[in-house]
């Protein structure tokens, strides 16, 4: 076989193997999804919610977006520490939150507490920084309003 030939089939085998490889990329998450929910639900579980329950992935991704905020730990006020509180497996002390990339942090993978009527305050070790839970009421009032625009 010449040169130029195996050349030719090698190149043929490369862009077949991208085209599969490609087609499975696409299929093995659902579209549009906050990769956040596929990390703590698993692709399965997430693409039949997709097809069964869309306003509940709509819930889950404004909750990751809305449901809190990081604010300056207000000095002398004594909050409860974020390592407190257990991941989705009931391990305490899991948890790392690196404050320049927060807006990756995943906050369906904690048990974090959330009152009904007010606000939840946990400290973030020693970065000088809180997150701060809107209250149950609060957020869904929230929602509501954002599905209403």
């Known amino acids: 076989m010449a040169l130029i030939e195996k050349k030719f089939i090698y190149l043929l085998l490369l862009i077949t193997l991208i085209a599969r490889v490609n087609v499975y990329g696409q299929n093995a998450t659902p579209s549009n ?27 889950l991704t404004y909750f990751l977006e809305h449901s809190y905020f990081i604010m300056d730990y207000p000095k002398g006020k004594p909050y409860e520490d974020i390592n407190t509180v257990p991941d989705k497996n009931g391990v305490v002390g899991n948890l790392i939150i690196d404050t320049n990339q927060l807006s990756n942090f995943n906050v369906l993978n904690y048990n974090f507490t959330r009152e009904q009527k007010t606000r939840t305050f946990y400290k973030i070790g020693n970065t000088g920084k809180m997150i701060v839970f809107y209250s149950q009421d609060e957020f869904l009032k929230n929602y509501n309003e954002f599905l209403s625009e």
């Open 33 to 59: 999804i906050d990769i956040r929910i596929i990390e703590t639900y698993g692709v399965d579980y997430v693409t039949r919610m997709e097809l069964e329950s869309p306003n509940r992935l709509t819930y």
